[in-house]
């Protein structure tokens, strides 16, 4: 038997057919982009996950349009990913994506989804994750089961949000999200500056509160 030639028509069938890249946890690396404690870290963040598909689930939908790419009609849309308070924004063209999004109940604003793409990098201000080749995979929560899905869930001091354009890094805790709900209004009256004060000052008090309450309650 002549194995030069089998091994031939092996080597040309693994080259025509490479393997899949490993498909990442999207909502992890939207968490990381936020945690991150630099401009370095972020970066290199960035470029490791740049061209490689990413799994997002639970976004939620924020602006929906109907649009025409290269000649094929899709659905642009602009979806928060809870995690990490960012946005992530793509446009859907394959037949069989537009299929289950228009499945009924037709998907709309304020519906979530479960999304793979590949990360093209950031949008302005850095605060948008860009997407490419987007396949929807199911219509989706709008948020993990507790206890069970995100670091946040299950422990309550983990970070949930970090703001990083201060004098120095804030990180919010699971447990103080609420805290996000000011942000507008904050961000409205003040600027930056404001959110930054207003959340260092609401951090240091309520660890201020904790801590005596564990001290009343005789734990370290």
């Given at each position: 038997?002549?194995?030069?030639?089998?091994?031939?028509?092996?080597?040309?069938?693994?080259?025509?057919?490479?393997?899949?890249?490993?498909?990442?946890?999207?909502?992890?690396?939207?968490?990381?982009?936020?945690?991150?404690?630099?401009?370095?870290?972020?970066?290199?963040?960035?470029?490791?996950?740049?061209?490689?598909?990413?799994?997002?689930?639970?976004?939620?939908?924020?602006?929906?349009?109907?649009?025409?790419?290269?000649?094929?009609?899709?659905?642009?849309?602009?979806?928060?990913?809870?995690?990490?308070?960012?946005?992530?924004?793509?446009?859907?063209?394959m037949?069989?994506?537009?299929?289950?999004?228009?499945?009924?109940?037709?998907?709309?604003?304020?519906?979530?989804?479960?999304?793979?793409?590949?990360?093209?990098?950031?949008?302005?201000?850095?605060?948008?994750?860009?997407?490419?080749?987007?396949?929807?995979?199911?219509?989706?929560?709008?948020?993990?089961?507790?206890?069970?899905?995100?670091?946040?869930?299950?422990?309550?001091?983990?970070?949930?949000?970090?703001?990083?354009?201060?004098?120095?890094?804030?990180?919010?805790?699971?447990?103080?999200?609420?805290?996000?709900?000011?942000?507008?209004?904050?961000?409205?009256?003040?600027?930056?500056?404001?959110?930054?004060?207003?959340?260092?000052?609401?951090?240091?008090?309520?660890?201020?509160?904790?801590?005596?309450?564990?001290?009343?309650n005789?734990r370290?």
């Amino acid at each position: 038997m002549h194995r030069l030639p089998l091994l031939l028509a092996v080597l040309l069938l693994a080259a025509a057919n490479p393997l899949k890249a490993a498909t990442s946890n999207g909502n992890e690396f939207a968490l990381a982009l936020t945690e991150a404690k630099s401009a370095a870290g972020r970066t290199a963040l960035l470029q490791g996950a740049t061209g490689r598909p990413h799994f997002f689930r639970y976004l939620q939908i924020i602006e929906l349009e109907q649009v025409t790419n290269e000649g094929r009609a899709g659905w642009k849309i602009a979806a928060f990913e809870p995690s990490s308070y960012m946005d992530v924004h793509f446009t859907v063209t394959m037949p069989v994506s537009l299929s289950l999004l228009k499945s009924d109940p037709v998907t709309k604003i304020g519906d979530a989804i479960a999304v793979t793409g590949k990360v093209l990098g950031t949008g302005p201000g850095g605060n948008v994750i860009l997407l490419g080749e987007p396949i929807v995979r199911h219509k989706d929560r709008l948020s993990p089961q507790v206890g069970k899905e995100l670091l946040s869930e299950v422990n309550p001091g983990a970070t949930f949000y970090s703001y990083t354009e201060g004098p120095r890094p804030l990180k919010l805790e699971a447990r103080d999200r609420d805290l996000l709900a000011h942000r507008d209004r904050v961000m409205a009256a003040g600027g930056p500056k404001a959110w930054f004060e207003f959340l260092e000052a609401e951090i240091t008090k309520r660890k201020q509160q904790r801590a005596a309450a564990a001290k009343e309650n005789g734990r370290p």
